[in-house]
């Protein structure tokens, strides 16, 4: 049974330029070629009102072959500033979960204290429920046998209760709060 919780009213930060939710103790961000060139010492070194940034998610590929133009930058940098980081992979439906999977570990190398593989699903693109979730579950599959530990769902809501809902409950799902 998949569990969610109730996240708190955010905040905005201006020196984040981002809302956070209240309560937490830990914050990380998401990050890919959207954000440009990110200077990292600048991230670690952010502290408002006792709020730091403790992660990093950093879009690695997506699809079948396509590689974030930032990725390998920001790996680096942010292992150089002990950000603790973690990749993900930006899921295509309707291609192949296994090349989507090759396409991802020939890009990600994890270390021991890296964040689990993440697998961001979010567009059916007119695909089924039941060809999304052979292709993902494919997939997961191969991520988790290559790095020996379960892969993260990232999704939203809506995406969760229309596409995977019900199967996918050995994974650990994490939902988007926009």
């Keep these: 049974m998949v569990n969610f919780f109730i996240i708190p009213a955010d905040v905005f930060y201006p020196g984040f330029q981002i809302e956070i939710p209240q309560g937490y103790q830990i914050h990380g961000i998401d990050v890919s070629r959207y954000q440009q060139t990110i200077n990292w010492k600048e991230v670690k070194d952010m502290d408002v009102e006792g709020i730091k940034i403790s992660f990093a998610f950093i879009k690695a590929t997506e699809g079948v072959g396509n590689v974030d133009n930032q990725f390998r930058r920001n790996w680096v940098k942010a292992e150089e500033q002990n950000i603790c980081k973690g990749a993900y992979h930006f899921f295509i439906s309707g291609k192949s979960g296994k090349r989507q999977a090759a396409n991802f570990i020939?890009?990600?190398?994890?270390?021991?204290?890296?964040?689990?593989?993440?697998?961001?699903?979010?567009?059916?693109?007119?695909?089924?429920?039941?060809?999304?979730?052979?292709?993902?579950?494919?997939?997961?599959?191969?991520?988790?046998?290559?790095?020996?530990?379960k892969p993260l769902i990232y999704t939203n809501i809506d995406f969760y209760n229309k596409y995977l809902q019900n199967d996918f409950e050995d994974y650990p799902i994490w939902i988007a709060n926009y």
Excluded: A, H
């Design 106 to 149: 020939e890009m990600v190398n994890l270390k021991t204290g890296d964040l689990p593989p993440v697998i961001d699903i979010e567009k059916s693109f007119g695909v089924s429920s039941t060809e999304i979730k052979k292709e993902v579950l494919e997939w997961l599959t191969i991520v988790q046998k290559y790095y020996g530990v």
